[in-house]
């Protein structure tokens, strides 16, 4: 799945030790607010001191996140998991000028067929002696 939009929120990293393997581990979640006529707000994850450094995400940032969903159990209560595994700072933010030799965005709508491409045929001129205009 993939959130676009800009980053409002970084907060601080987590980290410790796995009890299970005893390895360390560190993540870091951000807030991303979508650019919607409602806009969204979406907390997601970065795990692994390697990616952190990989992406890093700066506050105000315009980007395109991807994620994946998780849920799990614990003690009779459900909790999400939005984990992000790439990002993408290429994106055009909407109402904006497009950047010279910028490529569009996956999902990005295209632009708006020129009126010479209407789906419509042109009006075709009315038959001789015809008391109507109708085709019919």
Not at 47 to 65: A, D, H, R, S
Request: charged share 20%; aromatic share 10%; net charge negative.
């Amino acid at each position: 799945m993939e959130i676009t939009g800009k980053i409002i929120a970084v907060l601080p990293a987590q980290g410790g030790v796995s009890q299970r393997t005893g390895n360390q581990w560190k993540s870091q979640d951000y807030v991303i607010e979508t650019h919607d006529q409602y806009p969204k707000k979406c907390c997601f994850r970065v795990f692994g001191e390697e990616k952190i450094n990989q992406f890093n995400i700066q506050l105000g940032e315009e980007m395109t996140v991807s994620f994946d969903i998780d849920s799990h159990e614990y003690q009779g209560r459900w909790f999400n998991d939005v984990r992000a595994w790439a990002v993408n700072r290429n994106v055009q933010v909407p109402g904006a000028a497009p950047v010279a030799g910028a490529a569009p965005v996956a999902g990005e709508a295209p632009a708006a067929a020129p009126a010479a491409e209407a789906p419509f045929p042109p009006q075709q001129p009315a038959a001789e002696g015809s008391a109507d205009d109708l085709p019919f």
